[in-house]
């Protein structure tokens, strides 16, 4: 009878063993219908399905290259301008353009290569991959946030800016916000990290994550949004009243000046509305699903979400450029001029190839009048002697 049971005990064993070497290789989707405590390698993060995988490629093809081609274009022209170089709020826009180009590179290759072409790395390759794209987004949102405090300081301190936003304060405040940022996007690579794939407390997001890491992470990511928010609001909240000012001095006949400057306040609580209303639909869907993963465990359903949501982040970098650089006066300005001297340079490319052609055509006609030298003249009285 002992015999008996240690033969069941060994087969119910392999089979066991078995039903998990199953599990591991089946895909996404035959993982979704199983009890998850059994997986145990990528693939229960590879949870997209076939026509999820095509609409997500699609959004990645085609807001990268554009967040790509629009950031090079907005850091192309403040660094050949003299002009911008010299003012921290161009400085602190190219830190955006910069962080934004990062982010149309590494999050679009990495996204891809993961949920699109399912590449099961080493822990340290994925970890490094994740940093990059961590330390793209994280220099993007700390660089709205130096943008929005230097548009306070601009509103509030405007005496008393000049000497409280130096360009060498501006340099310091780019370069400790970018040592910060490569420090903490790369922690996880450093050893902050689950040593396991799925049990506590290891995120249901990022595999090696560790959830006190993505905790930490996600409330820095909410600070600094809490931050914009702030000092966006106190700048709306001072347009408005001087906009009550200015109507309530002006309520008999306003003039020109008054009607002009009433616009513009106008024109600033738009466009400020408009950038929180951006920074709200683009990420607090994915820090509420970061902050749920910390304290629930996720279904596959909610990791998709989370999947199509993170997207909304590459849209945030593609949308930047439209909101902080092409709307400025001044950049516009140097941009148009970048692009009429780029005509130029090619049209004198272009007039130096002909003029090149031209010569060598004539040096080939000279060649041919030097090879036959005889005149016409000659060339009668050789045909005369012939005769």
């Given at each position: 009878t002992l015999t008996a049971l240690r033969k069941m005990e060994n087969h119910t064993e392999l089979g066991q063993e078995a039903t998990t070497a199953l599990y591991v290789n089946e895909s996404s989707s035959n993982l979704s219908k199983t009890d998850r405590s059994l997986c145990n390698s990528l693939q229960c993060y590879m949870v997209l399905t076939g026509p999820e995988q095509k609409a997500i490629g699609s959004i990645c093809f085609l807001a990268g290259p554009v967040t790509f081609l629009e950031n090079l274009l907005v850091l192309l022209t403040i660094t050949t301008s003299a002009t911008l170089r010299r003012r921290p709020s161009y400085l602190f826009i190219s830190s955006l353009a910069l962080a934004d180009i990062f982010a149309s590179c590494f999050f679009t290759i990495s996204f891809l290569d993961f949920h699109l072409y399912g590449q099961s790395d080493d822990p340290n390759v994925y970890l490094?991959?994740?940093?990059?794209?961590?330390?793209?987004?994280?220099?993007?949102?700390?660089?709205?946030?130096?943008?929005?405090?230097?548009?306070?300081?601009?509103?509030?301190?405007?005496?008393?800016?000049?000497?409280?936003?130096?360009?060498?304060?501006?340099?310091?405040?780019?370069?400790?916000?970018?040592?910060?940022?490569?420090?903490?996007?790369?922690?996880?690579?450093?050893?902050?990290?689950?040593?396991?794939?799925?049990?506590?407390?290891?995120?249901?997001l990022f595999p090696y994550v560790d959830h006190h890491y993505l905790a930490c992470w996600t409330s820095l990511q909410l600070l600094a949004l809490l931050l914009i928010t702030v000092a966006y609001a106190l700048i709306l909240w001072k347009a408005n009243r001087h906009e009550a000012a200015m109507a309530g001095q002006n309520s008999g006949r306003p003039s020109v000046k008054g009607q002009a400057r009433m616009r513009m306040d106008i024109q600033l609580a738009r466009t400020f509305s408009l950038i929180l209303l951006i920074l709200a639909v683009c990420w607090l869907p994915v820090l509420t699903f970061m902050l749920v993963d910390v304290t629930v465990t996720l279904t596959n359903k909610e990791q998709r979400m989370f999947a199509f949501c993170s997207t909304l982040c590459l849209v945030n970098s593609c949308v930047n450029p439209l909101l902080y650089a092409l709307r400025c006066r001044e950049l516009k300005g140097e941009l148009l001029a970048l692009l009429e001297s780029c005509k130029a340079c090619r049209k004198c490319t272009l007039g130096r190839t002909l003029r090149q052609r031209h010569e060598n055509d004539l040096g080939k006609n000279q060649e041919t009048c030097d090879s036959n030298p005889d005149t016409i003249s000659e060339s009668v009285d050789k045909l005369q002697n012939s005769i």
């Open positions: 490094f991959k994740l940093g990059g794209v961590t330390m793209a987004f994280t220099g993007s949102v700390g660089s709205l946030l130096l943008t929005a405090l230097d548009r306070y300081l601009c509103i509030y301190q405007a005496s008393n800016y000049k000497l409280l936003l130096t360009r060498t304060r501006a340099k310091m405040a780019i370069v400790l916000l970018w040592c910060l940022t490569i420090i903490m996007s790369f922690l996880p690579l450093m050893g902050w990290r689950c040593k396991s794939w799925l049990h506590p407390p290891c995120s249901r």
